[in-house]
């Protein structure tokens, strides 16, 4: 799964949005990628490869996933 995780951050990073492991360290699942505009998108590594799966992986698909987390209530 590694592998696969690094060659869809290098394809983003090859669309200009930069990926880092979350910096707190409390999850190393945890992502978080800055796009252009200095945006900053936080997803789980199963969500890079469900985009990278579905051909969204690039800026419009990360902002998918970040507004369907906002819609999701905490229980």
Do not use: C, W
């Not at 252009?36 to 890079?48: D, M, V």
């Amino acid at each position: 799964m590694k592998k696969e995780v690094a060659e869809a951050i290098a394809e983003l990073k090859a669309q200009g949005i930069l990926v880092a492991v979350d910096p707190s360290g409390r999850h190393a699942d945890v992502y978080i990628a800055t796009a252009p505009n200095g945006e900053k998108y936080q997803f789980l590594a199963a969500g890079l490869l469900k985009l990278k799966a579905e051909e969204k992986l690039h800026l419009e698909g990360l902002q998918e996933i970040h507004l369907g987390k906002k819609k999701t209530p905490n229980l």
